[in-house]
């Protein structure tokens, strides 16, 4: 899929666990709603570190353009490595490596590490990082329309409120994990789920995601999952636009607000 697709999916995803938590009897405290959809809109774009072409490459200027050569060579370099007789010999590392469960754990504990060890400006620099991601991705027109640096300034603003927010008693620093030194541990859930939603997203595309790597499933290690051939469709296609965007709208306005208890 592409950019704004993923990310409403990743927003639509956080607010779903919103509305599962308050169904619990564990409503969110509404700021944590919103940091996570935010933060699970931006990091649902992070899988495609591994394409130059990607709207994260757009993101940092230079840093992330050089930051998308280096994941694709490594991605690249772990596919040649691990791959099973039956997987097919390619050129690049787009799909492969970022796209598996086991990256979206791994990009996932260490951010809660670097949340809970770092301080305010490690967890300043999470949110600045995925404000950035979620601006592009879901106001891409206008980021489009914007130069990177009124994009920086707007998500270095909302990063600065927004942990204001959440460091009052009672608005969600320590959610879930209410232990001292946990604050901030929970950061890293919005972004497992983010990767994970996006490798969802491009398991319905046609070329399939290997998800699952590194389990082979029969001849391949990087065996590409998906719906049947006739259910999948092509990035960028009217199924993703007129169908999905409106459908992962509707689920995100439902989620959000049964997670608030409105309905």
Partial sequence: MMGPAHSLSGAAAWLGVGAAAAAAGHTMPWPVLLVGALICAGAALAPDLDHKAAT???AFGPISRGLCEIVDKLSYAVYKATRKQGDPRRSG???????????AVLIGGGTSALAITGGRWAVLG??????????????WRAARGSTDIL?????????????????????GADW???APGQ???W??????????VHDIGDALTVSGCPVLWPIPIGRKRWYPLGPPKFMRFRAGSWVELKVLMPVFMLLGGVGGAAALNYI
Wanted: glycine share 10%; net charge neutral.
């Fill in 56 to 58: 994260i490459s757009r």
């Fill in 93 to 103: 590392g787009h799909r492969t490596l970022t796209h598996t469960w086991l990256w």
């Fill in 126 to 139: 999470i949110l600045f990082v995925h404000m950035v991601l979620a601006i592009e991705g879901l106001l």
């Fill in 151 to 171: 994009v920086w300034l707007l998500a270095g603003t909302s990063a600065w409120i927004l942990a204001d927010i959440l460091n009052k008693p009672g608005n």
């Fill in 176 to 178: 879930l994990f209410t």
């Fill in 183 to 185: 604050e901030y541990l």
């Fill in 187 to 196: 950061l890293g859930l919005p972004i497992v789920l983010g990767a994970l």
